[in-house]
């Protein structure tokens, strides 16, 4: 099941990067929620080429579930048809929504990390497909669900980037509920004060052991600077071992 995982992470990558003149600069579903004004899921109505600017359409939705910013009507879509970044979803799809507002309108494009949630795959091509996206998305909702429900709209303010060079020891645990969120203090020499548990792992022992590394084990990342101390908030999202590969622990939702 992890190798149809995996194959499923690159086949959807290779359709968000259709040629190597286009190319986005991807993220964690944290990371694109932090840089959008505008996070909700959606269903398309109506969509029509912008008249006054063919590389936009826009589109009349229907607001399904809001995770960031104000309920609207409509939403402006960087189509861009006549390049190699062509990106046109259809009437009636649902959609995760990433965007952010340019010249006063909410927009989204291409590279926003928006996802189309009905997407239907071909089940010889890829015979776990729905099985697996429906879980990675699974995911993606959840932890939308916290930063709403948080009301946290930038886990990492200083944009710290932070890693635990040991994650890879933990493994071998059951564990149904897959994500686990801890809050970490960083000083402004960087290094790592008191670190909580926001939402725990549903396995006491794997949450005992992974707060017990990340309490010796968290790092900042070199070259970085704070003038004042910081707060980050650490996703982790636990895999259990499929029987082909082994569980792991990994700071992306697949």
């Not at 990558?13 to 909700?40: D, E, H, N, P």
């Not at 908030?233 to 029987?243: G, V």
Request: aromatic residues 12%; charged residues 20%; positive net charge.
């Amino acid at each position: 099941m992890r190798k149809f995982t995996l194959g499923l992470f690159v086949a959807l990558l290779f359709l968000m990067i259709k040629t190597s003149a286009c190319t986005c600069m991807g993220t964690t579903v944290v990371g694109y929620f932090q840089r959008s004004s505008f996070v909700a899921k959606v269903k398309f109505l109506k969509i029509v080429q912008d008249a006054s600017n063919p590389a936009y359409h826009n589109a009349e939705i229907e607001m399904i579930t809001i995770y960031k910013g104000e309920q609207i009507k409509s939403i402006k879509i960087m189509s861009d048809l006549q390049s190699s970044c062509a990106f046109l979803p259809t009437e009636n799809s649902i959609w995760l929504i990433f965007a952010s507002v340019q010249h006063g309108e909410v927009t989204f494009g291409y590279c926003s990390g928006s996802l189309q949630i009905d997407k239907i795959f071909d089940p010889i091509k890829y015979p776990n497909g729905d099985q697996q996206f429906k879980s990675s998305f699974k995911l993606k909702l959840l932890t939308l669900d916290f930063l709403k429900k948080r009301h946290i709209l930038d886990a990492n303010p200083s944009k710290l980037v932070f890693f635990s060079p040991d994650i890879s020891l933990i493994s071998g645990y059951k564990n149904g509920n897959r994500m686990a969120v801890f809050r970490a203090d960083v000083n402004t020499d960087l290094s790592i004060g008191k670190i909580k548990a926001l939402k725990e792992f549903k396995n006491r022992k794997l949450n005992q052991v992974y707060l017990g590394l990340l309490k010796k084990d968290l790092k900042i990342g070199k070259n970085q600077t704070l003038t004042k101390s910081t707060q980050i908030i650490i996703f982790c999202y636990y895999y259990e071992s499929d029987k082909i590969e082994p569980s792991f622990i990994s700071y992306r939702s697949l």
